[in-house]
């Protein structure tokens, strides 16, 4: 039987959504632990720390424990998250697994599996120092102290798993060892039936930011004169100048809506009566949304930035696009509502059965961890 830790944030602190009787994670993370659930021989502890005591299950499934770790305030990033660094390692102490494996180098999870005493390895969800370098992190802010912890981490874990060549590539100077391993899709996207709706609906998902460019995004197909909705889902900040100036471009435009943050059911929802999905990010390692859409028989266009085209084929499974280029993203969007964008989304889903499914992910996962545990 072989014990594994899994250290991944619980989104119920994340969101201060204290009154949640159950936990929630990332996408990946949570698709990675449905597939662990459904392979035999393993035993699974998910660990994640808390400011606030949660009423939380023990167990999450038949092999899979939960433990919420109850760390105060100044144990968090202020300290260098030394509150949850010393509470985890405690908990480890108990379960005695044979690895322990953090989900992403944004916030407690990375630091405190270098510092376990245990067999590691990290995953990384978002290359927090290409992304404060994209938003032009200021000194001390979270972006800026999230990528100097990255650049700490890297060199102490047994190995980092790199779910696309882009974050191969940003580690490989840091990392002692790297596998390249894509994201898991929670197994219900690939059961979602597609029957676009009329009007026919393009989904932009993600936050209203810079580095999503969705306002780059309307101004591109403005000379179109669309025949389409383009539906925009994510949180918007009040108060930001770059989702006022997105408020106005919508206001103008009565092809586009947005119609703010869904959560994963009601992604599921939209999915389902889409007829595309279109992704402007500058900057992207593995969005979820665009192996979720494939695994839904969606056909995505996204642009060709950081690890996209390690999940698109052009031409093939989808669409790229440059993201600075207004024409590029405007034939993009006309192939997407195009002829061959239904068969190319069939190819897609097949091949997302091959890549994302959480069984395999799982599977492949567990080789990875046999292989540290193997060099000792």
């Not at 696009?321 to 207004?326: E, G, I, K, Q, R």
Request: aromatic residues 8%; positive net charge.
């Amino acid at each position: 039987m072989l014990k594994i830790a899994i250290l991944t944030t619980d989104n119920r602190e994340h969101q201060r959504s204290y009154a949640e009787k159950h936990p929630r994670f990332g996408t990946a993370p949570e698709a990675l632990i449905q597939g662990f659930s459904r392979t035999g021989g393993l035993e699974i502890h998910v660990v994640s720390c808390t400011q606030k005591t949660l009423d939380s299950p023990s167990k999450l499934a038949e092999n899979v424990f939960f433990h919420s770790l109850l760390v105060p305030k100044f144990g968090w990033l202020r300290s260098g998250y030394q509150g949850c660094i010393r509470a985890v390692r405690r908990k480890l102490r108990e379960i005695q697994p044979d690895i322990v494996h953090g989900q992403g180098t944004e916030r407690d999870c990375a630091i405190s599996a270098v510092f376990s005493g245990f067999p590691n390895v990290l995953t990384i969800h978002g290359n927090m120092r290409l992304v404060a370098e994209v938003n032009h992190a200021r000194p001390f802010s979270f972006d800026w102290l999230a990528a100097r912890l990255e650049s700490f981490t890297l060199p102490r874990s047994d190995g980092v798993v790199c779910i696309t060549g882009y974050t191969r590539e940003a580690v490989k100077d840091l990392a002692r060892k790297t596998w390249l391993l894509p994201n898991a899709v929670d197994a219900s996207f690939f059961e979602i039936e597609n029957k676009p709706a009329i009007p026919r609906q393009l989904l932009c998902v993600g936050n209203i930011c810079q580095r999503k460019n969705q306002n780059a995004l309307i101004r591109s197909l403005d000379g179109l004169n669309p025949d389409f909705e383009l539906v925009f889902l994510g949180a918007l900040h009040a108060g930001d100048a770059y989702g006022a100036e997105f408020s106005e471009l919508i206001a103008s435009r009565p092809w586009c809506r947005y119609d703010g943050f869904v959560d994963r059911a009601g992604l599921k929802e939209r999915l389902s009566r889409a007829s595309g999905l279109i992704l402007p990010s500058l900057e992207d390692n593995c969005p979820m949304v665009v192996l979720e859409a494939m695994a839904a028989r969606v056909p995505v266009a996204a642009a060709a930035v950081g690890g996209v085209p390690d999940l698109i084929e052009d031409g093939v499974t989808g669409f790229l696009f440059d993201p600075l280029d207004a024409r590029s993203i405007s034939r993009a969007v006309e192939g997407l509502t195009g002829p061959s964008s239904r068969s190319m989304a069939v190819e897609a889903r097949g091949r997302a059965l091959l890549r994302f499914h959480p069984e395999v992910i799982a599977r492949r996962h567990v080789e990875i961890y046999r292989k540290v545990l193997e060099r000792g």
